[in-house]
């Protein structure tokens, strides 16, 4: 008998009566004030937010905010200077020394403030991760209240790696003492277009 | 309305003046209240230790002193509770079963089936109320602070109805006060940690009387304040109530 | 790291507490998290339903946990993902080790797993000359420490900042006398980040995995786990057979309950869901059994398979704040540890269940609602059943129980002992007393209440 067959036996024989799966459509956000209430959070979180009109908008206050002198990727098309369009065809190590990535999500969490990404607007997967700072673009009208509106949008969800995420990379192992920037980015800022 | 007295065994010996006071107060309340005298233990700390298949003699003699009654009422949060989850009989089980509806610690029983609305009972001293883990997550007694529910207390509404008396507010509401049964001696340092901070919490939040429904929390708590001399004291709430000075 | 004989939870306890100062403080930092928790529980109006519905959930998975493998297994496949089996703690060791070796691979990052720490993966791997690396901060300080983690969310809780900055000095070569929390965290990024970039194996562990859909998810706040895997050539993720949910959709309510729960933050910075391989990259994952289908056969325990390891019953219990992690002698630790481990090793882990005033604050914490202070008391009466009380304690039991069930007897008993306290205190006034140790004795009363209810008996009030 393989472990396997052998585990499964045992679950067969040992697992209870089957109870019914509660129906969990009852739980449901208020789509009220979205964009107020998710930068509100975000904030909360040591994240930055900045509503802006377009991206021209965005790439103004990049150039204001980070040195531009550094290593600027982005999966925006048509990037301009400053800013380098990230391949998914090379080796992920190769984005070590990134300074800022930008990059579009799909839509945001208003109660916790986190943005859903996949692989595809990733760029590649160690992008949001590896970058020293992380900058993300949310259309105001994608926000979801909750969580559970948010499983409901993402749906059966074919991607290959999807993560949220919700703020700057953070730690506080050390006595209790909050610290940004832990293994992830240091900081994010996310730029809601109207 | 025939009411049983149960009378916790160690509060029979050690703290006859609260098993007074429920008497008393039971008596003003208007109901008739009898005290079977051959009452012995609830079971609890056999039980408590893992010794539950031991307190079946315990059980028999609780079924054979209080069956008779419409209801059962002890100044004692914790053994109420035993009685409502853990007692069983061989011999009668339905017997068993109906008792365990009718058993109710001394607030409980006056907020809910007495539905008492005024005290004449004077106390004017500043008081900390300790919240009994079994009176208060086993019992309800009041709301536990760590579910998202409305707020509500049966002690803290006698203890509203005694003149004089001022309710001082802790930092934390309910934090378990460490004797827990043979743990007080098994677990000798936790024990008495975890008292000597419930009574940081009601000294430095102003209180000059630490009550509960529990006397054996109180008498941890008391153990403790004696041996270091301090000025703050223990008293049941039913002396509280009955109007102690 | 081997011990010959474990000191029980009191002793461990007990050398925990005299240092006052440090117990206020580790007491004061829990406590802080669980206000935390209450203040984030309480924004939610729906909190209590979401329990509720978690708590069913769960129950559905653990009373159809067969056909959700099965499910689950399938739907990896077709992922690309490599399906492992474990019955055992050695066998989930050999079967990473047999990975690794596959590739040739002989350093590994691994970010937070319980299951692996249960398992001593670590152990196992250096003793065959591969280098593991626990990335989470607080996982890395306890490894570079040569000491298990204290508390499953929370590893070093129980470390002042200043002994880790002395760990640092050792082994990072940072100044002496650094402690601050920012400075050492950043010199700890530097050092990680250049194991994350080196190291072609990374291993994770499991916050949920989805049956419908074949992915799994991983929670941290630090991005180690996404560090290490995205950098990788082999991932693994290591997996207790009970981390299953039903349906994707679930996803919302646990993670809704989750970093609430355990930290009081809305959620945890990153919740990544792993489906497939990256371009070129290998994911396996290893479905590990050791003991857990034997508590899901107990019935009165195998809700304590709903766990999903978000530490809120260590925060709240007042016992764990008082005595630290460490004096559970078990992986997991605090109430949830006291209703695994003797499932484990009852002998070992027999004095868990008693390391409890059974106070039920744990319970009522728990994001899936398990009954911990019910299945303490459940385990007590097991443990002495199988025979692991000590004799003396049995003896005593016996004792007040004979006692205890006669009028007589009982009488008899409390006048003596209330004579003894008013005559000869120093009887029971003494340091063979457990009790005396650091209480006053209750005073003994001239007469029991019994004695005076007779004496009145035909007086009116």
Not at chain 1, 19 to 47: A, C, H
Not at chain 1, 84 to 101: F, K, Q, R, W
Not at chain 3, 279 to 294: P, S, W
């Amino acid at each position: 008998m393989t472990t396997r067959e052998k585990i499964l036996d045992a679950v067969l024989k040992n697992q209870p009566a089957t109870t019914t799966l509660p129906d969990t459509s009852v739980f449901e956000g208020d789509s009220n004030e979205l964009v107020q209430k998710y930068m509100d959070v975000f904030k909360t979180i040591g994240g930055s937010c900045v509503l802006v009109k377009d991206i021209a908008a965005i790439k103004t206050f990049i150039t204001v905010n980070f040195d531009t002198a550094k290593r600027i990727v982005t999966t925006l098309p048509e990037p301009g200077d400053s800013f380098e369009l990230i391949s998914d065809n090379v080796d992920p190590h190769s984005y070590d020394d990134v300074e800022l990535a930008l990059i579009k999500a799909h839509f945001s969490v208003a109660e916790n403030g986190a943005v859903w990404l996949t692989e595809e607007v990733m760029g590649q997967r160690i992008i949001p991760y590896i970058c020293q700072h992380l900058a993300v673009i949310v259309r105001a009208e994608s926000i979801v209240p909750t969580m559970h509106e948010a499983y409901k949008k993402i749906g059966e969800g074919d991607y290959g790696f999807g993560g949220f995420i919700g703020g700057p990379s953070k730690t506080a192992d050390i006595e209790q003492a909050l610290v940004l920037g832990a293994h992830g980015p240091l900081s994010m800022t996310v730029f809601i277009i109207e | 309305m025939n009411v049983g007295l149960f009378i916790p065994c160690y509060v029979n010996q050690f703290y006859p003046n609260a098993a007074k006071a429920t008497f008393e107060l039971l008596q003003k309340s208007g109901v008739n209240v009898t005290y079977p005298v051959n009452q012995t233990c609830c079971g609890q700390p056999m039980a408590n230790s893992g010794f539950e298949h031991l307190s079946k003699g315990c059980n028999d003699i609780f079924i054979e002193n209080f069956s008779s009654f419409d209801y059962i009422v002890g100044p004692s949060a914790s053994c109420v509770l035993h009685i409502k989850d853990h007692l069983h009989s061989d011999k009668d089980e339905e017997l068993a079963a109906n008792i365990r509806t009718k058993v109710y610690e001394l607030v409980e029983f006056l907020t809910d089936i007495v539905k008492i609305e005024k005290l004449n009972a004077f106390f004017p001293h500043r008081v900390g109320l300790h919240h009994s883990c079994h009176g208060l997550r086993g019992l309800h007694l009041s709301q536990m602070s760590e579910l998202n529910a409305p707020p509500f207390s049966k002690p803290q509404y006698l203890l509203n109805m005694v003149k004089g008396l001022e309710q001082i507010k802790l930092d934390r509401l309910d934090e378990c006060c460490g004797f827990g049964g043979m743990f007080c001696v098994t677990e000798e340092a936790v024990s008495v940690k975890m008292g000597k901070d419930r009574i940081t919490d009601h000294s430095k939040n102003g209180a000059e009387y630490i009550t509960s429904s529990d006397l054996s929390c109180l008498m941890h708590l008391e153990g403790i304040l004696h041996r270091n001399r301090s000025a703050v004291k223990v008293i049941h709430i039913a002396e509280i109530l009955n109007g102690a000075t | 790291m081997s011990q010959t004989k474990t000191k029980d939870h009191a002793a461990l306890a007990g050398a925990f507490i005299k240092d006052e100062e440090r117990v206020d403080w580790h007491d004061g930092a829990l406590w802080y998290i669980r206000e935390k928790r209450d203040i984030a529980a309480k924004q939610i109006p729906e909190w209590e339903q979401l329990r509720e519905a978690a708590s069913n959930i769960k129950s559905n998975v653990i009373s159809n946990l067969h056909e959700y493998l099965l499910q689950f297994e399938a739907n990896l496949i077709k992922n690309g993902i490599t399906v492992h089996w474990a019955d055992s703690a050695e066998e989930h060791n050999e079967i990473v080790y047999s990975i690794l070796k596959a590739k040739e691979i002989n350093q590994m990052v691994k970010s937070k797993s319980m299951l692996t720490e249960e398992c001593h993966l670590n152990e196992y791997l250096e003793e065959r000359g591969i280098e593991v690396i626990n990335s989470d901060l607080g996982e890395y300080i306890q490894q570079i420490d040569n000491e298990p983690p204290s508390h499953i969310v929370l590893p070093c809780i129980h470390k002042r900042k200043e002994e880790i900055g002395e760990l640092f000095h050792e082994h990072l070569g940072t100044e002496k006398g650094l402690s601050d929390p920012t400075l050492l965290t950043r010199v700890a990024r530097k050092h990680l980040r250049n194991i994350f970039l080196t190291r072609r194996g990374a291993l994770t562990g499991v916050n949920f995995a989805v049956a419908e859909t074949g992915e799994y998810v991983v929670c941290t706040n630090e991005g180690n786990a996404d560090m290490g895997a995205h950098l990788s050539e082999v991932q693994i993720a290591s997996m207790g057979l009970e981390k299953l949910i039903p349906q994707k959709k679930h996803l919302g309510i646990f993670l809704r309950l989750l970093a609430r729960s355990a930290t009081g933050q809305p959620i945890t910075i990153y919740s990544s869901h792993f489906k497939k391989p990256r371009k070129g990259q290998e994911m396996h994952l290893i479905l590990v059994d050791a003991g857990r289908t034997r508590q899901l056969g107990r019935k009165d325990f195998r809700d304590s398979l709903k766990c999903i390891k978000c530490g809120s019953c260590m925060n709240t219990c007042p016992v764990y704040r008082k005595s630290g992690g460490l004096s559970y002698h078990n992986t997991i630790s605090g109430p949830i540890g006291a209703i695994l481990a003797p499932n484990l090793d009852m002998k070992r882990h027999a004095d868990l269940p008693f390391a409890s005033t059974l106070c039920g604050s744990c319970s009522n914490v728990c994001p899936v609602k398990i009954n911990i202070h019910d299945q303490l008391y459940k385990w007590r009466q097991v443990i002495v059943k199988e025979g692991y009380a000590a004799n003396t304690k049995a003896l005593g039991m016996k004792t007040m129980a004979w006692t205890f069930s006669s009028p007589v007897r009982i009488t008899k008993v409390g006048e003596a002992g209330r004579w003894f306290l008013q005559n000869i205190p120093f009887v029971l006034n003494n340091k063979f007393n457990p009790w005396f140790k650091q209480r006053d004795m209750p005073e003994g009363p001239k007469e029991s209440f019994t004695e005076w209810f007779i004496k009145n008996e035909n007086k009116k009030p």
